[in-house]
């Protein structure tokens, strides 16, 4: 019955993602700023008939009315448009685009949790000692780090000073990877390239923690809070008069149940990681999504800035629909 | 009448102490206490007098900065304040086991029913076998006795109530199951905290009857704490009544009902709503003493229609009174109360 939910869930996302749609359709028009003048101011003298007929070729010269009609008809069949900067279809461009974005974010999530839980976990247990007030300490700094800042000291620190990792890009020249899914870590180990998996893991470090230390501050504080309240519920003094050890009280009995905050919170964060990190990528010469998007707004290519903005969407709506499908399994209490 | 069994458990001049920053707080001063193989012991008093506070110290289960600061206590003659976190947690649940107040917030929300009674069994290997990876039934015969006790407590169709989770249950169910999860590992006390406020009182019956058939089908004795005296004087057969941390009158139930000697036992007893006699309930005046604050000698005396200036000092001891002798399982019925001497000051 799971399914048949998630499926209602999933049709439930078309309206959304339609609202969306429209929302930044309308909204990019809205912006000063005329695309055909950007475009000609880079490419020198051009007369009135050649602006005309970029106009008429991308639409523009058409009411808004039928251009949002003519763009949810192509949506409709899947098809996200041409960028007008790039001459290329938008969704080439962004499939170009997003598996090194997906890595970059596994791996600062991956970093993220595996901080916050050993913090989150011994700070609550520890409640007040000084490991809890240096972690809570450190947390703090997570968060008010910008990311930046954090990674251009890490690069400064890592590739310039010790030269252990390298400072920008997602793998070698020389690596000579073959692309499969075009997350690099992975097609690696499919390909069992060595060489380009050493070179691609060590590419994605810095950018990773540097991105990832946001994230595992605030899901420590989060986890450390809820497992604070936990401890002191009737179900874990029970867990105790039980004969429980101190391990398992902490660990299956209380651990499980504070999933529940922390679940939804990470959820978010996987949301703002695919979205929200052309700073990151910028910083570490990253090819993702986020530094394609930020030229094509400057540009106003308004159909590449539709098309990523989609994709965010949807990358939110599924994130939260996976949240919601694990919180029936941490609190039976809950159904989809 | 003379009991010859030896003590199951003992508790000697328990002190348990509770930081505060208006100083330390003693939540439980110097009780003794007697338990015997089937009997059932009443510990009644007002909110916040440490009889929930007793039961704690017992199992080791005070949260810190909270202590046991003095006293012992004996299971079967062994000092159990001294052992170790990992010998405590082989008595915890399988020698001595607790039923708490609220059902539902005491059974974990996350975890299906059977399986919360079943980690008692495993967390004790009370189904013992070959080592780890070559006990295939091990799940199944704990899951057989898991049905069994389920069975016992009077949950019906247990086969799919094992399958449940606790919020799909009654109040009732959730209690049985919590009984249920105290009772698997078959221990030798069984300590009631409460067991019944939270319930419905015919649901309140129920749960009485139950746990009286397990006091005398296996000879659990019981620990049953309650503020409810007129519960506790149908279902013990002996009472200890608390006030701020001290036990003041202690007796076989007939000998405290009957012939009450403390004043505040005393009170406690008008307080008992009686069915077709129309008299009005007289509460007790005044309000349950703070902790950090307690008059010298006796605490009850603030509140105390016969108090004298004299209650303000000294301390005092528990007096043998009534008709029963010292036999009567924890060493007679006793009150601490200056009346009873005669308003003589204690020596020194």
Not at chain 1, 257 to 276: E, F, H, R, S
């Amino acid at each position: 019955m799971r399914l048949v939910k998630v499926v209602e869930r999933l049709l439930a996302a078309i309206p959304i993602m339609l609202g969306v749609a429209i929302i930044v359709f309308v909204f990019m028009r809205l912006t000063p700023g005329d695309p055909v003048d950007i475009m000609m101011g880079q490419g020198g003298a051009v007369s009135e008939g050649e602006i005309e007929r970029l106009r008429s070729e991308f639409n523009l010269d058409k009411p808004i009315h039928v251009q949002l009609g003519l763009f949810l008809a192509d949506l409709a069949r899947g098809d996200l448009g041409n960028s007008f900067s790039k001459q290329q279809p938008v969704a080439k461009l962004i499939g170009e685009r997003l598996p090194a974005t997906i890595e970059l974010a596994f791996g600062a999530l991956l970093f993220g949790l595996l901080i916050a839980f050993p913090v989150g976990i011994l700070s609550a247990v520890r409640q007040n000692s000084l490991l809890d007030r240096l972690s809570m300490g450190g947390a703090f700094l997570g968060i008010s780090m910008p990311a930046f800042w954090l990674g251009i000291i890490l690069i400064l620190i890592f590739s310039v000073n010790l030269k252990w990792l390298p400072v920008q890009g997602r793998i070698d020249y020389d690596a000579n990877l073959q692309e499969v899914t075009g997350l690099y870590v992975l097609d690696s180990i499919l390909t069992g390239n060595r060489t380009a998996l050493v070179s691609s893991l060590k590419h994605l470090i810095l950018p990773s923690i540097s991105l990832g230390a946001a994230v595992a501050a605030i899901v420590a504080r989060v986890l450390r809070s809820s497992l604070l309240e936990i401890l002191r519920s009737d179900y874990i003094r029970l867990a105790r008069a039980k004969g429980a050890g101190e391990p398992r009280v902490v660990l299956v009995h209380a651990l499980r149940n504070a999933l529940i905050p922390t679940v939804t919170v990470v959820g978010l964060q996987v949301g703002v990681l695919l979205g929200g990190n052309m700073i990151v990528e910028t910083v570490f010469g990253w090819p993702g999504l986020g530094r394609l998007v930020v030229e094509a707004i400057f540009n106003r290519d308004f159909p590449l800035v539709q098309g990523a903005v989609m994709v965010y969407a949807f990358t939110f709506v599924a994130a939260s629909l996976v949240v919601d499908i694990l919180y029936t399994y941490l609190n039976p209490k809950i159904e989809l | 009448m003379t009991d010859p069994s030896p003590p199951l458990l003992e508790l000697r001049n328990l002190t348990t102490v509770f930081p505060t920053r208006r100083g330390e707080v003693r939540a439980v001063d110097g009780v003794n206490l007697t338990l015997r193989k089937g009997q059932i012991l009443g510990l009644v008093g007002e909110s916040g007098c440490g009889k929930s506070t007793v039961l704690l110290s017992i199992l080791g289960l005070i949260s810190r900065p909270g202590r046991i600061a003095g006293g012992r206590i004996l299971l079967e003659g062994r000092d159990i304040t001294r052992l170790s976190g990992r010998e405590m947690r082989r008595i915890r649940g399988k020698d001595i086991a607790m039923i708490f107040q609220d059902p539902l917030s005491t059974l974990n929300p996350a975890f299906l029913v059977g399986e919360q009674i079943r980690e008692s069994l495993r967390l004790h290997n009370m189904m013992p076998g070959p080592p780890w990876p070559f006990d295939r039934g091990r799940k199944a015969r704990e899951k057989k006795r898991v049905l069994e006790v389920m069975e016992q407590v009077g949950i019906p169709a247990a086969d799919a109530r094992y399958k449940a989770y606790p919020h799909e249950f009654s109040g009732g169910m959730q209690q049985r199951a919590l009984i249920a999860i105290g009772l698997a590992c078959r221990p030798k006390i069984l300590l009631a905290d409460e067991p019944t406020t939270a319930l419905d009182v015919t649901i309140q019956a129920q749960i009485i009857d139950l746990m009286r058939r397990i006091n005398q089908e296996h000879g659990t004795a019981i620990i049953l704490v309650t503020h409810d005296l007129g519960l506790a004087a149908e279902f013990c057969d002996h009472l200890a009544v608390m006030y701020a941390g001290r036990i003041v009158e202690i007796g076989s139930t007939d000998e405290v009902i009957e012939n009450p000697q403390h004043p505040y036992t005393m009170g406690l007893l008008r307080c008992i709503p009686t069915v077709g006699e129309r008299r009005a309930i007289e509460p007790i005046p005044g309000n349950v003493p703070d902790l950090a604050t307690l008059p010298q000698g006796c605490a009850f005396s603030p509140r105390c229609e016969y108090a004298r200036e004299v209650c303000n000092q000294g301390f005092f001891r528990l007096q043998p009174v009534g008709t029963d002798g010292p036999a009567g399982g924890n060493g007679g019925h006793r009150a601490r109360c200056l009346r009873l001497s005669d308003y003589r000051l204690p020596e020194g």
